[in-house]
C-alpha cells in the first residue's frame, strides 16, 4: 500500500463514481482528503460509507461558480492547510450529434469539464509551487481528448483541452516539485456511464480487450499512484486507464 500520511489532498467530484473511488483509495492510503462536491445529498452517503474518518473534511462547491471556489479554496487553507494532492474529477457529457448542440450546451460541457479544472488548479497550483514539498495535480481527461469520441464533439475538445492544459503547468511546476500528469479512463462503470444511451449494449464491452467494464478502483489506482512520492519523476503524461481499449504511443 502506497504510504500517503502528511498529505493533503484535494478531490473534485469526490462524492461520485471515479473520485469517490479516489478519494476511499487516499483515506486509505493515510492522506486528509477534502471532498469537493456540488451534491451534498451524495457527499453525505460517501462520508457514510467512510464511516465519518476524521481524516476526510466535505466542501459542497459547485466548481463552476468562481465565488464558491473561492471559498471553498479559503475553507480547505483555514481547516487542513495546503493541499499537497489536487485531483480533478469533475465532468460531464451528454452525448448527440453535433448540429443538434447549441450555445448553451457547448457552455455547459466546456464549464464543466475544462474550466472547473482550470479554476480550481490556479486556486492552489501557486501554493504548490511556493511550499517547498511541492505538489501532485492528476486531472481525470477521457480517451475521448486523445482520439476524439463519436457523437461527443464538445466533450472530446474539453477533454483535449485538459490534456494540453496538464502539460503546459507540468513545464510551469517541473523546477518546483510540482508534477501535473493526466488519466484518462476508457469505459468506468458510475453513475456518469450509467446515465448514457444504452450503457449495458454488449458491444461496448466487445470492444474492451479485456471485455469487462472498468470500475472506479481501476481508475484510482493509476491516480494514487501519480499522486505518490514514488512518481516524483513523472509529470506531463497522459495515462490510458481503458482495458486496452486504446492504445496510443
Ligand atoms: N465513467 C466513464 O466511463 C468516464 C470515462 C472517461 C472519463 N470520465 C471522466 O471521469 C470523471 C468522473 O466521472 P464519473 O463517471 O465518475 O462521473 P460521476 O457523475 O459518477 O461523478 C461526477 C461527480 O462530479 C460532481 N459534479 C458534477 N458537476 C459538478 C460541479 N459543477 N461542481 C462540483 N461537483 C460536480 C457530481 O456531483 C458527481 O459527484 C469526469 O471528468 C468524466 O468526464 C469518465
Known sequence: MIDLKGEIAVVTGGASGIGRGVVELLVQCGAVVAIVDRDADAMAVTLEGLGSAPEVAAFVTDVTVLDEVHEMRRQVLTDLGTPTILVNSVGWDRPMPFPDTDPAFWKEVLDLNLLSTLTVTHEFFGLMLEQARG?????????????????EALYSSAKGAVIALTKALAREGARHAVTVN??????????????????????????????????PEDVAAAVVFLASPGAAYITGQVLSV????????
Open 242 to 249: 481503458s482495458g486496452g481499449l486504446t492504445m496510443v504511443g
Open 182 to 215: 493526466c488519466v484518462c479512463p476508457g469505459v468506468i462503470d458510475t453513475p456518469l456511464y450509467r446515465s448514457m444511451p444504452d450503457p449495458h449494449a454488449a458491444s461496448r464491452v466487445r470492444a474492451i480487450p479485456m471485455r469487462r467494464l472498468g470500475i
Open 135 to 151: 505538489g501532485r495535480i492528476v486531472n481525470i481527461a477521457s480517451e475521448a481528448g486523445r482520439i476524439g469520441s463519436l457523437h
